[in-house]
C-alpha cells in the first residue's frame, strides 16, 4: 500500500519560511518523480513543483520560481519544498504526489499517488 506523508505546515507571517517534507512509503521511491501541487480555498489545484527521480531535473511553477525549492532524498524516501518569502497568496493546502512521468506531473498535473495534503496560512 503507497502512503505520502506530508508534514511541516503551519502559519507563518508574509516573508518568513517553512519546509514541508512529505515521507513515501510502499514504493521504488527512487522510481518516481515526485511533485508538489496546492488549492487554495475556492480555487482548482494547481501545480507548483516538480523533481526527477535522480533529483538532477526540477521545474516550478511561475509565481514560487526563485522562492521555491523542491529536493530529495532518496536514502530517506522523502522530497521537500522549501518555501521562502511566503506571501498571503501562498495560503492553500499543499499536497505531495508520485508519478513515473515526470511529464504527468508537470504538464497534465496529474499522478497516480497523492498524499492528504498540509496546510500553510501565510498572514499579512
Known amino acids: 500500500q503507497v502512503q505520502l506523508v506530508e508534514s511541516g505546515g503551519g502559519l507563518v507571517q508574509a516573508g518568513g519560511s517553512l519546509r514541508l517534507s512529505c515521507a513515501a512509503s510502499?514504493?521504488?521511491?527512487?522510481?518516481?518523480?515526485m511533485g508538489w501541487f496546492r488549492q487554495a480555498p475556492g480555487k482548482e489545484r494547481e501545480f507548483v513543483a516538480v523533481?526527477?527521480?535522480?533529483?538532477?531535473?526540477?521545474y516550478y511553477e511561475d509565481s514560487v520560481q526563485g522562492r521555491f525549492t523542491i529536493s530529495r532524498d532518496n536514502a530517506k524516501n522523502t522530497v521537500y519544498l522549501q518555501m521562502n518569502s511566503l506571501e498571503p497568496e501562498d495560503t492553500a493546502v499543499y499536497y505531495c504526489?508520485?508519478?513515473?512521468?515526470?511529464?504527468?506531473?508537470?504538464?497534465?498535473?496529474?499522478?497516480?499517488?497523492w498524499g492528504q495534503g498540509t496546510q500553510v496560512t501565510v498572514s499579512s
Open positions: 510502499g514504493l521504488t521511491f527512487s522510481s518516481y518523480a
Open positions: 504526489a508520485a508519478d513515473l512521468s515526470r511529464s504527468k506531473l508537470r504538464i497534465e498535473q496529474d499522478a497516480t499517488y
Open positions: 523533481i526527477s527521480w535522480t533529483g538532477a531535473a526540477t
